[in-house]
């Protein structure tokens, strides 16, 4: 079965119907059997605690029992979440801590049907914690790079590369990380793309416009975090400076005029429900604006942001798609294939990849 270049038309059905543990299993295995890509991921939050209990072992003088490794990830709000998630991120300590990192994050998107990521690192947060050493990044993301070489060995997986800065540690801070991410680009083709994360409620997006057109300019992609914690006006400032994907974009439900824009131009929306209800930005997967930004024809994706820390890995939320907004098999193909419209990747793989989808059954 072919799928329309164009997006998904506009729909109004809504969820009213109950699951069996049979469709449950049947739908899973439809999942899992769907080539997809996973475009809004955190290196640093698929380190599951078992991962981390291995690696306070290696470089702790006290390390961290399973339960204090689980305490870690406990939080009530997204302030608390940013503090879990630097817990886990000083934990990261040599660059065969990234690639231990890296490669069981491979594992489990392979696991998933999971063919394609697009993958952060928080470039901006290993400089922080190495005081800003210049030379630091080169052997960690060499690191990187072997366990993405196997992945491309061994499973025939593609992943590329993100190098995320931290929005509220500064514009200066900031220019380190994208600037790396230009001098390695020749060497390192994988590195694809900049983006901007932290805590949007401090620091939003137009400080950043001369480094985002310095990018630009240099070939990297441009990605955003916008209207998570914030509202609208946080999204329109994204887009303003140049970014062509946002992510998480959960407040653009309250401005019609955005919504019509995004729909316009076709901005790919990098979406993240468990993540969202986890924090408290959105009360549940239920309420989740997903539904009704995929009924209007959005390029909506679907991703799991920080699955270690929310509970919830991109085959679940495909599932909970299905099940708790009523996204039917069709409609599931036509997320995977936004996935990879929406993607970096060159014309002629996505071209072969949503023939794939196509066809599953």
Known sequence: MALSNR???RRNCRYTGGVTAIDTASIQNFIRRLPKA???LHLEGTI????LVELSARNDETPLTPHEAGQLYQFTDFSAFLNCFKAVTQRLRNPEDYELAAWRMIEHLHAQGVVHAEVYVSVGVIYLW???DPQCIEPIFAALERARQRAARQFGFSLCWIFDA???FGVEAAARVFRKAAELRPVYPSIVAIGLGGDERRTGSTPFADLYAEARAAGLRRTNHAGETTGPEAIREALAIGSERIGHAVSA????NLLQELQARSVPMELNPTSNVRTGVCPSFAAHPLRRYFDRGLLVTLNSDDPAFFGSDLAHEYLLAHTEQGFTRAE???LAANSFRASFLPEADKTAWLDRIGTTE
């Open 332 to 334: 599931l193909r036509q």
């Open 48 to 51: 599951l605690p078992a991962t």
């Open 253 to 256: 439900l309250h401005d019609e």
């Open 166 to 168: 931290v929005r509220h």
């Open 130 to 132: 190495r005081n800003d």
């Open 38 to 40: 996973e475009l809004h």
């Open 7 to 9: 997006p998904p038309r």
